[in-house]
């Protein structure tokens, strides 16, 4: 079956610890993203790739870091530097030359100690 | 101004009413709107994906899009308990990023 995976479903962060959230896809699409979304709010991209080994920023990139070493994977690294990470965090991928429609991964909520 | 204004709700209605979800958004260069379904700690599906203005049906589903109001609309007919969810708005004007409002919930009780 074709999808977007991401792991571990939840995951518990401790002050000053980075951490990495997975994201493969096995759909063929080019262009991946990274979104957090807290409660009541809607999603906001922290950033995407369009090609592999290129990322862009988002509007919320500060404490976040990315690679995009194959075109199925995409981690997001959550650092220190982010006080605020407790959120759900969604991947996203899409194929170029085919519109705009993103399809989603099931999430990842990180919690901190 | 936010780019995409959404109700929250929540928003409650019997089984088998008509609901009627709508966002606004204050860019005339958006072309791309769709609409994404989220049941609760699960990722968004799609539901809808309309280029430009007018309507699209999807079985018990129309999206429609008023471009000349900057306003676009969900309606579910015959809703049933298994379409409460947050519907989510999307919008794009194209490269590459999409802009979301904030969600509606939607609770259709039995």
């Known amino acids: 079956d074709g999808g977007i995976t991401q792991s571990p479903k939840y995951l518990f962060r401790k002050e000053g610890q980075n951490v990495t959230l997975s994201c493969e896809q096995n759909?063929?699409?080019?262009?991946m993203y990274w979104y957090r979304q807290d409660p009541g709010q809607g999603l906001r991209l922290i950033y995407y790739?369009?090609?592999?080994?290129?990322?862009q920023k988002g509007d919320i990139a500060e404490g976040y870091s990315v690679s995009r070493e194959k075109k199925e994977s995409f981690p997001l690294t959550v650092t220190s530097a982010q006080k605020n990470p407790t959120a759900f965090y969604l991947c996203?991928?899409?194929?170029?030359?085919?519109?705009?429609?993103?399809?989603f991964g099931p999430g990842t909520r990180l919690l901190v100690l | 101004q936010k780019e995409v204004e959404q109700d929250p709700g929540p928003l409650s209605v019997p089984e088998g009413a008509i609901v009627s979800l709508n966002c606004t958004y204050s860019?005339?260069?958006?072309?791309?709107f769709m609409w994404y379904r989220q049941y609760s700690r699960k990722g968004p599906e799609l539901l809808m994906y309309?280029?430009?203005?007018g309507n699209k049906e999807d079985g018990r589903f129309t999206a429609q899009v008023d471009k000349s109001s900057k306003y676009i609309s969900l309606f579910i007919r015959d809703s049933q308990p298994s379409d409460s969810a947050t519907y989510l708005c999307?919008?794009?004007?194209?490269?590459?990023?999409?802009?979301f409002g904030a969600g509606t919930r939607l609770a259709v009780h039995p």
């Open positions: 996203a991928s899409k194929r170029e030359g085919f519109g705009e429609t993103q399809y």
């Open positions: 759909l063929n699409h080019d262009a």
């Open positions: 790739s369009q090609i592999v080994n290129d990322f």
């Open positions: 860019n005339s260069a958006f072309q791309y």
């Open positions: 309309t280029y430009s203005s």
């Open positions: 999307a919008v794009s004007g194209g490269y590459n990023k999409l802009i």
